[in-house]
């Protein structure tokens, strides 16, 4: 069982920064990485970002394209945190952010994650 806890959302001016964070407790090795997805009211859920464990090769990250150059995904070397830099936030961010743990590399699509967080708001005004 893995247990995922969100922080870091807020509510923040167009073109201002957040940074979410997303520690993760219990068995994460055999998971093949971790991602951001984000979800508003009335539409499904939207893959942001994710990043391939160390395990599974480089370490490669993955960009929605409404986020590429603004968004960027890290996470630490025991695979325990992983963090999303948020830069030159556009109202249309926001959403409610939800972290993950991949159970396969279909890392675009939410039915390739097994455990989710709680989700944190992301506020961004005009």
């Known amino acids: 069982q893995v247990h995922l806890v969100e922080s870091g959302g807020g509510l923040v001016q167009a073109g201002g920064s957040l940074r979410l964070s997303c520690a993760a407790s219990?068995?994460?090795?055999?998971?093949?990485?971790m991602g951001w997805f984000r979800q508003v009211p009335g539409k499904e859920r939207e893959f942001v970002a994710a990043?391939?464990?160390?395990?599974?090769?480089?370490?490669?990250?993955y960009y929605a394209d409404s986020v590429k150059g603004r968004f960027t995904i890290s996470r630490d070397n025991a695979n325990t945190t992983v963090a999303l830099q948020m830069n030159s936030l556009k109202p249309e961010d926001t959403a409610v952010y939800y972290c993950?743990?991949?159970?396969?590399?279909?890392?675009?699509?939410?039915?390739?994650?097994?455990?989710w967080g709680q989700g944190t708001q992301v506020t961004v005004s005009s």
């Open positions: 993950a743990v991949a159970r396969s590399p279909r890392y675009s699509d939410p039915g390739g994650y097994a455990y």
């Open positions: 219990g068995r994460t090795v055999n998971s093949y990485g």
């Open positions: 990043i391939r464990y160390y395990s599974w090769g480089s370490g490669a990250t």
